[in-house]
C-alpha cells in the first residue's frame, strides 16, 4: 500500500497556501451555506480554489485514495482517506485575522495517522507524520510537545465561540470555566495547534465535522496530548469532541464535564 510522505503533506499544503494567500484580506464574494446554530457560515473562492487544487494533486499520486472535503464531499472508497478542510476558519479569514489554517488529514482504517496545518501568513506548519509533530518556521524546525499541566486549576481553556455553550446546556461548560486559570475564545484551529505546542491545555468544541479535527488528532497524539468526544471515544467522526495536554487532565476535564451525566 502506498502512503503518503511529508513531503507530499507539505506539496499538498503548497498548492494550497497559493490559493489563499492571494485572496487573504481582499474583497471576496461570499455564499452562505446552511448550518445549524448559525447566522453566516461563508464559503468563498479561496476555499473552493484551495481544495480543487489539494484534490488535483491526490488523484494524481494516489488515485485510489478516497477524499473528503469540507467544499466538494466525499469522492472514491477504500482503506485510505484524506480529509480536507482547505479554509478552517473562513469567518476570521474574511475579517482578516490570521487564526485560519488548511487542514489536511490522512486517514488508514478509520484511524487518522497523518495530519498538517498551515498558516501561510505567520508561516508556520504544523504537521504529525510518523508519530511525530513538528512545527515549522522560517527560522527553525522544531519538535511539539505539549504542556506538562496535570492540574484544572493551571490549566489554560480554550473554545471557539460561547455560542456552542449556550447551545450545550447539559454539559458543565460554567464548571470547567470557573475552575481552570483561564478561558479563551476565537482562536479557530490555530487554537489545537497552540495545544499541541505546549500553549495551551484545554481544546473544548461542541460541534466539529470530521474534516475539522482529522487533520490535528495525529497532530495532538504524537506531541503527546489526548483527543477524544466528551464521552471518551475515538474523535474521527466529529461531534462534541476535548483536547487536553495530557491523559490525566483530559481525565479531569472530562469528569467536571460530564458531571451528573
Not at 515549522?136 to 456552542?164: I, K
Not at 481552570?180 to 497552540?194: H, L, P, Q, S, W
Request: net charge negative; aromatic share 8%.
Amino acid at each position: 500500500m502506498k502512503l503518503p510522505t511529508a513531503d507530499f503533506l507539505h506539496r499538498l499544503a503548497d498548492a494550497a497556501d497559493r490559493e489563499t494567500v492571494s485572496r487573504f484580506r481582499k474583497k471576496l464574494e461570499t455564499t452562505t451555506k446552511p448550518k445549524e446554530g448559525y447566522r453566516f457560515d461563508p464559503v468563498t473562492e479561496a476555499d473552493r480554489e484551495a481544495e480543487l487544487a489539494m484534490r488535483a494533486l491526490i488523484s494524481q499520486e494516489f488515485p485510489d485514495h478516497s477524499i473528503v472535503g469540507e467544499e466538494y464531499g466525499v469522492t472514491g472508497a477504500g482503506a485510505c482517506q484524506w480529509v480536507l478542510d482547505p479554509i478552517d476558519g473562513t469567518r476570521p479569514f474574511l475579517l482578516g485575522i490570521p487564526v485560519w489554517g488548511t487542514l489536511i488529514g490522512f486517514c488508514e482504517q478509520g484511524r487518522a495517522t497523518a495530519g498538517l496545518m498551515s498558516q501561510p501568513i505567520t508561516r508556520e506548519r504544523f504537521w504529525a507524520h510518523n508519530g511525530e509533530s513538528w512545527l515549522r518556521t522560517d527560522n527553525a524546525t522544531t519538535r511539539l510537545t505539549t504542556s506538562a499541566c496535570t492540574q484544572l486549576s493551571d490549566a489554560v481553556l480554550h473554545t471557539n465561540s460561547p455560542e456552542g455553550v449556550r447551545r450545550n446546556p447539559d454539559v458543565r461548560f460554567d464548571v470547567l470555566d470557573a475552575t481552570v486559570k483561564m478561558t479563551r475564545y476565537g482562536g479557530e484551529c490555530y487554537a489545537f495547534a497552540m495545544l499541541a505546542a505546549g500553549h495551551i491545555d484545554i481544546c473544548v468544541e461542541f460541534s466539529l465535522q470530521p474534516y475539522d479535527i482529522v487533520p490535528m488528532i495525529p497532530l495532538i497524539e504524537a506531541a503527546g496530548g489526548a483527543v477524544t468526544t466528551f464521552d471518551g471515544s475515538r474523535p474521527e467522526n466529529g461531534g462534541r469532541i476535548i483536547a487536553s495536554a495530557n491523559e490525566e487532565l483530559h481525565a479531569a476535564a472530562i469528569s467536571v464535564l460530564m458531571r451528573g451525566r
